[in-house]
């Protein structure tokens, strides 16, 4: 059984163990030592990286009180190495921990709302809770949890006894028994927890709650600590401060900006469509009334432009059907009639030409592949 350093000393970057086991996994290998500072994934924390007797580290989980180390290389058993975590990473794994440990404990106080599911993500920290908050109420937790940051508070550890631990009042997402970890940030929570936390609460830096969702009778509430938190403001400022550039706006005034531009742009797209349904009636106008079937081709239109054009078509002809380039060496086409069920025709065009689509009664639209000539002569045949 590996002797676990990141237990007894959470900050502990660098160490000398000894090779205990090593044996292939999939395209790597798994090492084993006899004691180890690299946390293996659990509790919703994953596992350590970084590099064990100059072989790279991915990956740390445990099994049955061993921690294997997830190696690029071999290293061979009974030798004594020199390791190092990756500690920046691990540090903001603690500061996230312990971060969601005080969201959560906050909430429950607040709201009587257990955290039915934790994920450190490579995006964000997420938070199942048991239950709905709205924006106010977010907004709430996350001004008391950096006040408790800003109180810079001891995070304690400890082991109570079964006595003990009977008349504690901690959280926990199951029934516990022998050994339990309890992890408590005064004034925050009280929860029982296998992860690597900070020593004080200062340390977390900053607590941010970006953005909630519905999910699964409850709600879904991604954060960030420190300095995940940190980096994800100054990726967001930069941003912000660019698209105030281009908006010709303060950075304040960015969304009304946007707003503009969106109801101007779905004008434009109005007006556009207008212009673009007369200059398709202009052109059916090629095409006799009661014509037989008007068959079309026509550049730099999606399925939407071709929808319109073949409207226009059907108005004067008994079968219509348009043909643009998709881009890829095929064809976007829509099919339409006002004498027939045009779903059987598309149909047969897409057996013929190695086609895919589908519709309605009035239009079915797709993608085929072939060339001009042979499309133009096979519509001919559609009966």
Same mark, same amino acid.
């Given at each position: ?22 044996? $292939? ?5 798994? @090492? ?19 590099? @064990?007797?100059?072989?790279?580290? /991915? ?14 290389? $071999? ?24 971060? *969601?440990? @005080?969201?959560?404990? %906050? %909430? ?57 631990? +009977?008349?504690?009042?901690?959280? /926990? ?8 970890? %309890?992890?408590? &940030?005064?004034? /925050? ?12 609460? =200062?340390?977390?830096?900053? @607590? ?9 009778? =409850? ?23 660019? %698209? /105030? ?13 946007? *707003? ?33 079937? +008007? ?33 890829? =060496?095929?064809?976007?086409? &829509? ?8 779903? $059987? ?6 057996? +013929? ?5 589908? =519709? ?24």
């Amino acid at each position: 059984m590996t002797e676990k350093w990141y237990y007894t000393d959470p900050y502990l970057r660098r160490f000398t163990a000894t090779v205990t086991g090593c044996e $292939p996994a999939g395209t790597g290998w798994r @090492i084993t030592l006899d004691r180890t500072a690299f946390y293996p994934e659990g509790g919703g924390q994953p596992g350590d990286s970084g590099q @064990i007797g100059g072989v790279r580290v /991915s990956d740390t989980h445990e099994k049955g009180g061993e921690v294997f180390h997830t190696a690029v290389g $071999p290293l061979e058993p009974g030798r004594k190495v020199e390791a190092e975590i990756d500690w920046d990473r691990r540090f903001s794994l603690m500061q996230n921990h312990s971060g *969601e440990h @005080i969201v959560s404990g %906050i %909430i429950h106080r607040l709201f009587g709302l257990d955290n039915v599911g934790f994920h450190m993500g490579s995006d964000a920290v997420t938070i199942d809770l048991s239950g709905e908050l709205n924006a106010e109420q977010l907004a709430q937790v996350e001004r008391e949890a950096n006040h408790a940051v800003w109180a810079d508070r001891e995070i304690q550890i400890a082991y109570p006894g079964p006595e003990a631990l +009977a008349r504690l009042d901690y959280r /926990s997402k199951k029934e516990l028994t022998g050994a339990v970890r %309890i992890v408590t &940030v005064p004034g /925050s929570d009280v929860c029982a927890c296998c992860g690597t936390h900070v020593r004080r609460t =200062g340390e977390i830096g900053a @607590i941010k709650l970006l953005t909630s969702q519905r999910s699964k009778g =409850g709600v879904r509430v991604w954060m960030l600590c420190g300095a995940r938190a940190l980096a994800d403001y100054a990726a967001k400022n930069t941003d912000l401060y660019a %698209i /105030s550039g281009l908006l010709s706006a303060k950075i304040h005034e960015t969304v009304p900006a946007v *707003e503009r531009l969106l109801a101007e742009n779905a004008h434009l797209e109005q007006r556009a469509a207008q212009l673009e349904k007369q200059l398709f009636a202009m052109k059916a106008e090629r095409f006799a009334e009661g014509t037989d079937r +008007a068959v079309v081709f026509e550049e730099g239109l999606d399925h939407a432009a071709l929808r319109r054009y073949c409207q226009a078509l059907c108005a004067r002809a008994g079968l219509a059907a348009a043909f643009s380039p998709d881009g890829q =060496g095929g064809w976007r086409y &829509v099919l339409g009639s006002t004498k027939r069920d045009p779903r $059987p025709l598309g149909k047969a065009l897409n057996q +013929a030409f190695s086609g895919r689509g589908g =519709g309605n009664r009035e239009l079915v639209q797709g993608t085929i592949l072939g060339g001009q000539p042979e499309i133009a002569a096979f519509c001919e045949t559609l009966g």
